[in-house]
C-alpha cells in the first residue's frame, strides 16, 4: 500500500524546500533546536511561576523571532468584559475560552484563560507559548500574546469567527448549512498542512499529539488552523524512531501502539487525522455512546467497510445528501484507511498525505481523477 504515495515525494521535496525558504521553524538552526530539546526537557511542573520567567526563556533561545505580546491582567479583565459568561466561546479540560476586544492592538481576540485546578499545568502552557511564539504557518493558530500575573496563566489568539471544525459536524443548530464537500477537502488539506508544518518543517521536528476535530479552529472562510499546543512533543533525533512518553491525548484519536506502548511517532499524529478525515467523510464522532455498540467507535465500524466497496458511499455523510463524488468519495475513503492502518509503519508521511489531498480539494471533473489518488483507490480496493 505505500507504493501508493510513492509517486507524490518528488512534489513534497519540491513543496519542502521552498516552503523552508520563506518561513520560521521551531529553533531555527540545528545549535538553537538542541537548545529548545534541553530546554523543554528540563521543563518542571513549577516552570513559568513568575511573570518574568516565561519571556526571558522565550528570548534566549537562539535568534528567534519572537512576536507574543504580554498582557496584563487588568487588561484582559477589560478586554472581556471582566471574563463575563456572555463572552464566552468555548470550554475544556483547560478552562474557558473568551471573545474579547484588547484596544491597545485594536483586534478582536480569543482569551482562553487556564483553570488553576484544571488538567493543563504551567508545564503545557508553557509549551504552547514556546511553540506557537517559534512556528510560523499558516495553518497553525497565531499566538498575540499571554499573561502570567500572579497565578493567572492565559493565552491570547487570533479570533476564529467559525469556530471548531467539530462544531460544523453534528448537532447543527437551526439554520447552519452543513459543509459542503468541497470545503470539507479544503479543511481536511489545510489541517494535513499544518501538521507537515510540524514534522517536516519544523528542526527539531514536532509531535502534536493532540489532533482531534475540536483543536481545528476555522477563519471567516474556512480555512482551518491547528490550536492547542499544549501536549505537543519535541520528536525523536539522533538516530532514535520514536519518543517514550505517558499516554496523552484524546480518546478515539490516539494510535494504537502509542496506546499501548507510550512509544510516540510523527506516525501517531497521522492516525489522529485519518480519524478527524474520517469524521469529516462521515459526519461521526470518534467515540458516539448514543449510536449502537458496534457503531460507538468510528474507526471500528469502518474497518469492515473499507473492504467492501458497493458499502462505500454508506459511509457518507447523510448531512450531504448524495452531493458528493463518488469517485472523490473513494479517493477520500483511501487515504483516510492508510492512515488509519494499524501498524505505524503502514501508514504514509504526512507530506504525502498533503500531496494527495492538494488534489482532492481541487478536482473539478471526477472523471479526470488525479494519478496519485487512483492508484491509492486500487491499492486499498485490491491488497
Same mark, same amino acid.
Given at each position: 500500500m505505500m507504493s501508493c504515495f510513492s509517486c507524490c515525494r518528488v512534489e513534497v521535496q519540491h513543496r519542502t524546500a521552498s516552503f523552508k525558504e520563506r518561513t520560521n521553524a521551531v529553533g531555527g538552526n540545528n545549535k538553537n533546536g538542541k537548545f529548545l530539546r534541553s530546554f523543554m526537557n528540563k521543563l518542571s511542573s513549577k516552570t513559568g511561576g513568575s511573570k518574568q520567567k516565561i519571556p526571558e526563556e522565550i528570548q534566549n533561545i537562539g535568534k528567534a523571532k519572537v512576536s507574543a505580546h504580554i498582557f496584563t491582567f487588568p487588561e484582559l479583565?477589560?478586554?472581556?468584559?471582566?471574563? %463575563?459568561?456572555?463572552? &464566552?466561546?468555548?470550554?475544556? /479540560?483547560?478552562? @474557558? $475560552?473568551?471573545k474579547g476586544y484588547i484596544e491597545s492592538i485594536?483586534?478582536? $481576540?480569543? $482569551?482562553?484563560?487556564?483553570? @488553576? %485546578?484544571?488538567?493543563?499545568?504551567? @508545564?503545557?502552557?508553557?509549551?504552547?507559548?514556546? &511553540?506557537?511564539?517559534?512556528?510560523?504557518?499558516?495553518?497553525?493558530?497565531?499566538?498575540?500574546?499571554?499573561?502570567?500575573?500572579?497565578?493567572?496563566?492565559?493565552?491570547?489568539?487570533?479570533? &476564529?469567527p467559525k469556530g471548531s471544525l467539530e462544531n460544523h459536524l453534528l448537532d447543527l443548530p437551526p439554520g447552519q448549512e452543513p459543509l459542503d464537500w468541497n470545503t470539507r477537502m479544503k479543511i481536511a488539506e489545510g489541517a494535513a498542512k499544518?501538521?507537515?508544518?510540524?514534522?517536516?518543517?519544523?528542526?527539531?521536528p514536532v509531535i502534536y499529539r493532540d489532533f !482531534?476535530?475540536? %483543536?481545528?479552529?476555522?477563519?471567516? %472562510?474556512f480555512n482551518p488552523k491547528l490550536s492547542d499546543f499544549g501536549l505537543a512533543k519535541l520528536g525523536p533525533?539522533? /538516530?532514535?524512531?520514536?519518543?517514550?512518553?505517558r499516554v496523552m491525548g484524546t480518546y478515539g484519536y490516539c494510535a494504537p501502539e502509542y496506546a499501548m506502548t507510550g512509544k510516540l511517532t510523527t !506516525?501517531?499524529? $497521522?492516525?489522529?487525522? /485519518?480519524?478527524?478525515?474520517?469524521?469529516?467523510i462521515s459526519g461521526r464522532r470518534a467515540i458516539d455512546i448514543e449510536r449502537p455498540t458496534e457503531e460507538q467507535n468510528l474507526v471500528a465500524w469502518a474497518e469492515p467497510l473499507f473492504k467492501d466497496r458497493q458499502k462505500f458511499m454508506l459511509m457518507a455523510d447523510p448531512l450531504l445528501e448524495g452531493n458528493c463524488p463518488e469517485k472523490g468519495l473513494y479517493q477520500a475513503l483511501a487515504v483516510a484507511a492508510m492512515c488509519l492502518q494499524e501498524e505505524a509503519d503502514s501508514r504514509p508521511l504526512i507530506g504525502d498525505v498533503v500531496t494527495a489531498l492538494e488534489f482532492l480539494a481541487r478536482a473539478k471533473d471526477n472523471d479526470n481523477c488525479c494519478r496519485i489518488t487512483k492508484k491509492t483507490v486500487a491499492c486499498m480496493l485490491n491488497p
Amino acid at each position: 500500500m505505500m507504493s501508493c504515495f510513492s509517486c507524490c515525494r518528488v512534489e513534497v521535496q519540491h513543496r519542502t524546500a521552498s516552503f523552508k525558504e520563506r518561513t520560521n521553524a521551531v529553533g531555527g538552526n540545528n545549535k538553537n533546536g538542541k537548545f529548545l530539546r534541553s530546554f523543554m526537557n528540563k521543563l518542571s511542573s513549577k516552570t513559568g511561576g513568575s511573570k518574568q520567567k516565561i519571556p526571558e526563556e522565550i528570548q534566549n533561545i537562539g535568534k528567534a523571532k519572537v512576536s507574543a505580546h504580554i498582557f496584563t491582567f487588568p487588561e484582559l479583565a477589560v478586554a472581556t468584559d471582566n471574563f %463575563n459568561p456572555n463572552c &464566552m466561546i468555548g470550554e475544556g /479540560g483547560f478552562g @474557558r $475560552v473568551y471573545k474579547g476586544y484588547i484596544e491597545s492592538i485594536d483586534q478582536i $481576540v480569543a $482569551v482562553k484563560q487556564l483553570d @488553576r %485546578n484544571g488538567m493543563q499545568g504551567s @508545564r503545557e502552557f508553557f509549551s504552547e507559548v514556546l &511553540m506557537l511564539s517559534l512556528v510560523h504557518h499558516p495553518n497553525l493558530v497565531n499566538l498575540i500574546g499571554y499573561c502570567t500575573d500572579g497565578d493567572q496563566r492565559i493565552l491570547v489568539y487570533e479570533y &476564529m469567527p467559525k469556530g471548531s471544525l467539530e462544531n460544523h459536524l453534528l448537532d447543527l443548530p437551526p439554520g447552519q448549512e452543513p459543509l459542503d464537500w468541497n470545503t470539507r477537502m479544503k479543511i481536511a488539506e489545510g489541517a494535513a498542512k499544518g501538521l507537515e508544518c510540524l514534522h517536516d518543517f519544523a528542526d527539531p521536528p514536532v509531535i502534536y499529539r493532540d489532533f !482531534k476535530a475540536s %483543536n481545528i479552529l476555522l477563519d471567516a %472562510n474556512f480555512n482551518p488552523k491547528l490550536s492547542d499546543f499544549g501536549l505537543a512533543k519535541l520528536g525523536p533525533t539522533e /538516530g532514535k524512531d520514536h519518543v517514550s512518553t505517558r499516554v496523552m491525548g484524546t480518546y478515539g484519536y490516539c494510535a494504537p501502539e502509542y496506546a499501548m506502548t507510550g512509544k510516540l511517532t510523527t !506516525k501517531s499524529d $497521522v492516525y489522529s487525522f /485519518g480519524v478527524v478525515f474520517l469524521e469529516l467523510i462521515s459526519g461521526r464522532r470518534a467515540i458516539d455512546i448514543e449510536r449502537p455498540t458496534e457503531e460507538q467507535n468510528l474507526v471500528a465500524w469502518a474497518e469492515p467497510l473499507f473492504k467492501d466497496r458497493q458499502k462505500f458511499m454508506l459511509m457518507a455523510d447523510p448531512l450531504l445528501e448524495g452531493n458528493c463524488p463518488e469517485k472523490g468519495l473513494y479517493q477520500a475513503l483511501a487515504v483516510a484507511a492508510m492512515c488509519l492502518q494499524e501498524e505505524a509503519d503502514s501508514r504514509p508521511l504526512i507530506g504525502d498525505v498533503v500531496t494527495a489531498l492538494e488534489f482532492l480539494a481541487r478536482a473539478k471533473d471526477n472523471d479526470n481523477c488525479c494519478r496519485i489518488t487512483k492508484k491509492t483507490v486500487a491499492c486499498m480496493l485490491n491488497p
